[in-house]
Nanobody, 121 residues
Framework: QVQLVESGGGLVQPGGSLRLSCAAS????????MAWYRQAPGKQRELVAT???????NYADSVKGRFTISRDNAKNTVHLQMNSLKPEDTAVYTC???????????????WGQGTQVTVSS
């Protein structure tokens, strides 16, 4: 069984920074794309950033220049460095990963449980 566990959320003042981490555990062959999503109260889930196994990245326009996604393939971990945080960044942030299981010909999507980020003075 594959599990994704996030950490690093919390309360921060506007203009502050937080670093989220998401670690994948279990038995699997490898991980393709990894991503961070967020969902604010009353809003639809939004894709924040993605990163390929080779390090290629994409960002939502709302976070470009402020957020940086990175990964450590040796540790099966993805990070989201969030700088210049704004109140509108307040949301539950969830990671996902496209995991290739042993013996499988394709990847399967797994989700973490989510971590709350609150930006408020």
């Amino acid at each position: 069984q594959v599990q994704l566990v996030e950490s690093g959320g919390g309360l921060v003042q506007p203009g502050g920074s937080l670093r989220l981490s998401c670690a994948a555990s279990g038995t699997f062959f490898g991980i393709n794309d990894m991503a961070w999503y967020r969902q604010a109260p009353g809003k639809q889930r939004e894709l924040v950033a993605t990163i390929t196994s080779g390090g290629g990245t994409n960002y939502a326009d709302s976070v470009k220049g402020r957020f940086t996604i990175s990964r450590d393939n040796a540790k099966n971990t993805v990070h989201l460095q969030m700088n210049s945080l704004k109140p509108e960044d307040t949301a539950v942030y969830t990671c996902n990963a496209a995991v290739v299981r042993y013996g499988a010909w394709r990847s399967y999507i797994y989700w973490g449980q989510g971590t709350q980020v609150t930006v408020s003075s």
